[in-house]
């Protein structure tokens, strides 16, 4: 059974930072795409940041670019989600996603494609 545990949500102030962790278990974590989306009430879930686990550069969403920063531990079957100079607009419920089509990983991709998630995160950035 294919679990994505999520950890490191929680409550800052405009500017601060939080990291997010995503550790999968049950499946074969290498060359697969994983990564992070964010849903606020009302919106759809958007895609934030994805890598692919094989290698090769990580898609970031134009919102969130040179401020986020998404990396793994393939040791740890785990990605992270470093969160720098965070904006009350980035306030939502962050969950993680994994699908073994790399193809996802170029962004862009609607959200329901992703077969494996995780529970979600709140991220809370007050002004």
């Known amino acids: 059974q294919v679990q994505l545990v999520e950890s490191g949500g929680g409550s800052v102030q405009t500017g601060e930072s939080l990291t997010l962790s995503c550790t999968a278990s049950?499946?074969?974590?290498?060359?697969?795409?994983m990564g992070w989306f964010r849903q606020v009430p009302g919106k759809e879930r958007e895609d934030v940041a994805l890598i692919y686990t094989g290698g090769g550069s990580p898609y970031y969403a134009d919102s969130v670019k040179g401020r986020f920063t998404i990396s793994q531990d393939n040791n740890k079957n785990t990605v992270y989600l470093q969160m720098n100079s965070l904006k009350p607009e980035d306030t939502a419920i962050y969950y993680c996603?994994?699908?073994?089509?790399?193809?996802?990983?170029?962004?862009?991709?609607?959200?329901?494609?992703?077969?494996?998630w995780g529970q979600g995160t709140q991220v809370t950035v007050s002004s």
């Open positions: 996603a994994a699908d073994r089509s790399p193809a996802y990983c170029s962004g862009g991709v609607y959200w329901d494609r992703f077969g494996y």
């Open positions: 049950g499946y074969t974590y290498s060359k697969n795409c």
